[in-house]
């Protein structure tokens, strides 16, 4: 019984440094998606087999991008995954987004907008409710604020005009870009959202604030309504 065991040990860890030596020698590509997340696992919970995690995972939450931005309470509810677990799945969004908005963070944002619609899709594509943020731009159209404006249920999440007009003379924008994310995952605007948008666009033009976009979010895709002609 012993030796079995023993043979148990020593294939896991034969398994584990394969996997290991696959990634340091040519980089993510060499994984598979399951091997990345049961690498990442193994690193948390290193005395398990945790293949069988990880393949569970991806087929619960559909995707790599829909596990990594799943909320915590979510993970930890899945089976085999603690606290532990989930905050090593929690840490890769951490780096990813931290990345993600380097170039979003230290140049104009108008000329990083591809950078800005990656990090924006890679944060708010697969949230299970709506979420609103303002982007708050100086002068030179570098970002000044990021803030959550609200967040709301599965279809709708308030924003007034009053508080986001407020919050701009407060902070001394020139500019915003209004964003949010419809959980259905079709991000075509809505006659709502571009009513709200055109209602900020208007009181903010008479106080020197433009509105330069309004980005909303999806599974399948982002849209811009200033490319769309609608505001």
Known sequence: ???????????????????RDRLLGNG??????HEIVEFLLM???PRIDTKPIAKQLLAHYGSMSALFTADAESLIGQKGLGPRSAAAIKIVQAAALRMLSEPVREQPILASWQSLLDYLRADMAH???????VLYLNSKNMLIRDEVASEGSLDQAAIYVREVIRR??????????????HPSGDSAPSRQDIQM?????????RLGISVH???????????????????
């Open 1 to 19: 019984m012993a030796d079995g065991a023993d043979k148990e040990a020593s294939y896991g860890e034969g398994h584990r440094e394969r996997l």
């Open 28 to 33: 993510g590509d060499a994984l598979l998606d």
């Open 43 to 45: 690193l948390a919970i």
């Open 127 to 133: 949230l299970t409710i709506e979420r609103v943020r």
């Open 168 to 181: 701009s003379i407060d902070l001394g924008a020139a500019a915003i870009i209004l964003v949010h994310n």
């Open 197 to 205: 948008t055109r209602d900020i666009a208007d009181v903010g033009k």
């Open 213 to 231: 976009d309004h980005v909303i979010v999806g599974k399948n895709g982002v849209s811009s309504m200033r490319s769309a002609g609608l505001i």
